[in-house]
Each structure stands twice: as C-alpha cells, then as structure tokens.
Antibody
C-alpha cells in the first residue's frame, strides 16, 4: 500500500536548522510530488511548499521563502524538508503528503508526522 | 491572500446529519478538498475535487461547492466521526500561487 514514513522527533535551539525526511513506498515516486504541511500545537494546518519528485521543481509558501529548502532523492524515494534559522514559533508537527505531480490537487496519503521542538 | 473560513465547532447527535461549511470568495470556481483529523493522528482525505470520495471512505461523507460556500456533509453520524475537519483549495489567483487550508471545524458527537 502507499505509505509515507517520516523521521523522528527533533529538539533544536533557536537559530539552528532541522532536516526532516519522508520515505515513500507503494507507488512510483517520480509520478507525484510531495507537499509539506505543519501544525503548531492546538492549531490548524499550514502549507509549507511542494516539490516535484519528477524534476525537483519547487513552490514554497511565501511566508517561508528563504528559510526552507525541499529536495528529493529518487534513488531512495525519499523527500527532505530543511528549515533554517529556527524560532520558537516553528515548534510544530511537520507532515509530508503525496501530492499530484502538477502541484495542485488533494494530498493523499500523509506521513505520520515529525515533531520539531524549538527551545533554548 | 485567499482566506477560507470554517465554523470552529459543531455538535451533532448520533444518527443525525453534520453539515460543515467552508466559506471563501468565489470558492465555487475552485476545487475543494476535505480532510478528517482525529486526535493524535495525521489528516486523512475524505473528499476530493468538491465531491469525490476516495476509496475506503464511507458513502455517508459527501461534498458540494457553489458560490461562496463549500460544504461537507456527514450523514448518519457515528461516534467515530468525531474529529477536526479541514477544507483546502489551490489558490492560483494571487501573485504567489499556493495551497490554502480552512481554519478547521471540531465535530463533537453528543
């Protein structure tokens, strides 16, 4: 079955960087994209950006431009999201989700989430 | 930027119908997707492209979209439907296209 498995929880200090991985299985990785979504404690969903697994094209949320980088490794069907210059309000659950290859459309399925805690 | 507004909460008795709205400017011209998120779990797609049900989603879940409001309807509500529900659209109207999520609706089954 289609599955996305994410890396584990991270604790980082303000100003540091974090890199979260998302390993896909059960489908042809390069036929789709991967979107990243985060959810602060007790809050709603915030879209962070999308990457095409076919050609590496990215579309980042304007709010995170300059701090986020999304990449893929097609040899291992793994997507990565790196967030730099971390602040306390970056504390959140970070999800990856399979997205259509054209960058628009529904997300299905989602990974289990990776908790990133930013604290001094 | 494009804004999607949902009621914060909704209470419904078992066996009744839950109607969750998602308001946005001319949302009827966009494709709306709906996600269910139970406590401690990742979101799950329940309706795509306004009214399509993914495989495995009960027929009790249905969707519609017109004018300035999209709607997710849950018929014959069960205790297991208690969750947060989020709508989502792709907004291509701004100078920086991207996905937008609604504010979320917490559904409580009485």
């Amino acid at each position: 079955q289609v599955q996305l498995v994410q890396s584990g929880a991270e604790v980082k200090k303000p100003g540091a960087s974090v890199k979260v991985s998302c390993k896909a299985s059960g489908y042809t990785f390069t036929n789709y994209g991967i979107s990243w979504v985060r959810q602060a404690p007790g809050q709603g969903l915030e879209w962070m950006g999308w990457i095409s697994a076919y050609n590496g094209y990215t579309n980042y949320a304007q709010k995170l431009q300059g701090r986020v980088t999304m990449t893929t490794d097609t040899s291992t069907s793994t997507a990565y999201m790196e967030l730099r210059s971390l602040r306390s309000d970056d504390t959140a659950l970070y999800y990856c989700a399979r997205a259509p290859g054209d960058g628009s459309g529904a997300f299905d399925p989602w990974g289990q989430g990776a908790l990133v805690t930013v604290s001094s | 930027s494009y804004v999607l507004t949902q009621p914060p909460s909704l209470s419904v008795a078992p066996g009744k119908t839950a109607t969750i709205t998602c308001g946005g400017n001319k949302i009827g011209g966009k494709s709306v997707h709906w996600y269910q998120q139970k406590p401690g779990q990742a979101p799950v797609l329940v309706i795509s492209y306004d009214s399509d049900r993914p495989s495995g989603i009960p027929e009790r879940f249905s969707g519609s979209n017109s004018g300035n409001t999209a709607t997710l309807t849950i018929s014959r509500v069960e205790a297991g439907d208690e969750a947060d529900y989020f709508c989502q659209v792709w907004d291509s109207s701004s100078d920086h296209p991207g996905y937008v999520f609604g504010t979320g609706t917490k559904v409580t089954v009485l």
